[in-house]
């Protein structure tokens, strides 16, 4: 039973627009999020997250939305640039874990063209 | 970058034989995790540490067992590969529970 679901395997974008990238989860347990971006041969490297206590999280191009009611949160890019392909992960945490553990969604992929 | 380096970063083995990655951390972060990531599975948590001698298990951890014997190193074993073990490996660390940050990754196959 996935608890952090990524429903979108595969997304594409012209370059210069938005990239919606979209996130649901079922505990609500869960009290942070994060989002990961990942190149091939390369380890996920960390991109932005957001406590449960808020409903947006900005940084540079990237804002992260959560909207708690619905259990989803979503990571926007703007404006989308060539080198944004990649394999982006949402992650949760859960506050009932003393070890901090993550769970991932299954990925969306990313292409920007140009 | 968080100073995480994982070794090696590819390796063929025999189903049957044993097989031990290492991860090596110079943050002093208290926390590891081993993941292993699969098409169409994101990444799973295999085994994660939050001391020395200090483990415990993930939700994949069948045929894996690890060990922490220093704070720096965290070393994953497959004490008999099989074939399903095939997969990227990834290790991770955190200091206070917030972001985790991932080494480079090791490629196994099993044949």
């Known amino acids: 039973d996935q608890q952090v679901k990524q429903n979108s395997p595969s997304l594409s974008v012209q370059e210069g627009r938005i990239s919606i990238l979209n996130c649901d989860y079922t505990?609500?347990?869960?009290?942070?999020f994060l989002w990961y971006k990942k190149y091939p041969a390369e380890g996920p490297t960390f991109l932005i997250s957001i406590s449960s206590i808020k409903d947006k999280n900005e940084d540079g191009r990237f804002t992260v939305f959560l909207n708690k009611s619905a259990k989803h949160l979503s990571l926007h890019i703007v404006p989308s640039q060539p080198g944004d392909s990649a394999v982006y992960f949402c992650a949760a945490r859960d506050r009932s874990e003393s070890s901090y553990k993550l769970i991932f969604g299954s990925g969306t992929r990313l292409l920007v063209r140009p | 970058d968080a100073g995480i380096t994982q070794s090696p970063r590819h390796k063929v083995t025999e189903t049957g034989t044993p097989v031990t990655l290492r991860c090596h951390q110079t943050e002093n972060h208290r926390y590891m995790y081993w993941y292993r990531q699969d098409p169409g599975h994101g990444l799973r948590l295999i085994h994660y540490?939050?001391?020395?001698?200090?483990?415990d298990k993930g939700e994949v951890s069948d045929g894996y067992s690890v060990s922490r014997s220093k704070t720096e190193d965290f070393l994953l074993t497959l004490e008999s590969a099989t074939s399903s073990q095939t997969s990227v490996y990834f290790c991770?660390?955190?200091?206070?529970?917030?972001?985790?940050?991932f080494g480079p990754g090791t490629r196994l196959t099993v044949t």
């Open positions: 991770a660390i955190s200091g206070q529970g917030d972001e985790q940050y």
């Open positions: 540490s939050y001391g020395v001698k200090d483990t």
């Open positions: 505990n609500s347990m869960f009290d942070y």
